[in-house]
Every structure is written in structure tokens, then in C-alpha cells.
């Protein structure tokens, strides 16, 4: 069975503050995919990376960076320079390569005064 | 990324009756799912839609309660049957392109009375 735990239920932050959530995952595959994705209080869920479980490279899109820890079963997303339109619930996902079925994790409520 | 759409974006139901959700991506995908979050809470997938054969349901969703159509690679549909305030969620449905990744439409928010 998969699982996504997100330990970190709400977190509050100053603008311009660096925030990290973090992501813990359980699955017996050897291979699979990781997903980020953010929730505007609009409800919509937007996609902002998936990550292969063979590729452990860290990734940077702009303010955003990923850090996949294999060893550790984690995939931490890290928001720099937070800015009040980053406040969302972020959800992070698991599915195998077979039949693309997401796990969700709780999720991680972001909220970023000015 | 397909574009995908769904209808209706809200709706307030009574309790009993039953709703039909469509969905449209604007490109042929090779798979289409539909996740149900209830209030608060965080998505659960309630089945794959398979193109032009049954849909697959995971464990906790049955077919006369959601039933789940796909005519075609394009569009699928969700409904929620004999509805209670219990159903009341937003339901998404999401597809998986050619190169991997899973999106999903902005939701449709349902609420029961």
C-alpha cells in the first residue's frame, strides 16, 4: 500500500520568509512518480512538478525548489521569498508507474501574511 | 498541459436526487479519474473511467451510487446518486497526458441539503 504523510498541518509565515514543507512517502514499488500540487483558496488544483524515482536531482523553477531524498523516502518542497499569492493548501501525491492512481497526503495550509 | 473543463462549477442539490458532472479535455488523454474531496479534507480517488467499458472503482465506491461514463477519449461524466449532505464535496476530474503528468480541472463544488 502507498502512503503520503505530510506531518506539518498549517503553516504561517512573513512575506519574503523562505517556507519548507515537508513530504514523507511509503510504497513497496521500486518505481514511481512524485507529485506537488497547489490549491488556491479558489479550489483549483494546480500541478507544479511530478519527479520520477530514478532521477533524484534536485529541481528549481523560479522560487520554487524540490529536494527528493530516496534514502529518506522524502521529497521536501521549499517556497523562497514567499509572496501572499503563495497562500494554498499544498498536497503531496505518490502513484505507481502501472496504473497512475494518486495517493494524497493530508496536505500542508500555507499562509503567507504581508 | 489539456485543458480541462468541467460542469457544473457548483451546484446546490436537495437531498435524494442526483447530479451529473461533465468533463472535457481538449486533447485525446490516455486515462481520466475522478477524486472526490470532502470539506477539509484531502483528495480520494473514486475510479478510473475506462474508455467505452466500465469504470474502476476503488474500495468504498460502488457504481450505483457513482456512476461513471466515457464515450470516448475526450469526455467523461460523474454522477452522484440519491444524493445526501454527506456527498456534499468538490469533485475533480484529472487526466494523465502522453508524457506522464496528472492534472486536474478546477472542480465542481457540490452541496447537498
Known amino acids: 500500500a502507498q502512503k503520503v504523510t505530510q506531518a506539518q498541518t498549517e503553516i504561517s509565515v512573513v512575506e519574503k520568509e523562505d517556507v519548507t514543507l515537508d513530504c514523507v512517502y511509503e510504497?513497496?514499488?521500486?518505481?514511481?512518480?512524485l507529485f506537488w500540487y497547489k490549491q488556491p483558496p479558489s479550489g483549483e488544483l494546480v500541478f507544479l512538478i511530478r519527479?520520477?524515482?530514478?532521477?533524484?536531482q534536485n529541481e528549481i523553477s523560479g522560487r520554487y525548489s524540490w529536494n527528493f531524498q530516496k534514502s529518506t523516502s522524502s521529497f521536501n518542497f521549499t517556497i523562497t521569498a514567499s509572496q501572499v499569492v503563495d497562500s494554498a493548501v499544498y498536497f503531496c501525491?505518490?502513484?505507481?508507474?502501472?496504473?497512475?492512481?494518486?495517493?494524497f497526503g493530508a496536505g500542508t495550509t500555507v499562509t503567507v501574511r504581508a | 498541459s489539456a485543458v480541462i473543463s468541467q460542469k457544473p462549477s457548483r451546484d446546490i442539490c436537495q437531498r435524494g436526487t442526483s447530479l451529473t458532472i461533465q468533463c472535457q479535455v481538449d486533447?485525446?488523454?490516455?486515462?481520466m479519474f475522478w477524486y472526490r474531496q470532502q470539506p477539509g479534507q484531502s483528495l480520494t480517488l473514486i475510479a478510473t473511467?475506462?474508455?467505452?467499458?466500465?469504470?474502476?472503482?476503488e474500495s468504498g465506491f460502488v457504481i450505483d451510487k457513482f456512476p461513471i461514463s466515457r464515450p470516448n477519449l475526450t469526455f467523461s461524466t460523474l454522477t452522484v446518486s440519491n444524493m445526501s449532505p454527506e456527498d456534499s464535496s468538490i469533485y475533480l476530474c484529472?487526466?494523465?497526458?502522453?508524457?506522464?503528468?496528472?492534472?486536474f480541472g478546477e472542480g465542481s463544488r457540490l452541496t447537498v441539503l
Open positions: 501525491a505518490l502513484s505507481d508507474l502501472n496504473d497512475y492512481k494518486l495517493s
Open positions: 510504497t513497496r514499488d521500486t518505481t514511481y512518480y
Open positions: 519527479r520520477n524515482s530514478f532521477d533524484e
Open positions: 486533447s485525446q488523454v490516455t486515462m
Open positions: 473511467a475506462n474508455q467505452g467499458s466500465e469504470a474502476t472503482y
Open positions: 484529472s487526466d494523465m497526458t502522453v508524457t506522464g503528468e496528472l492534472f
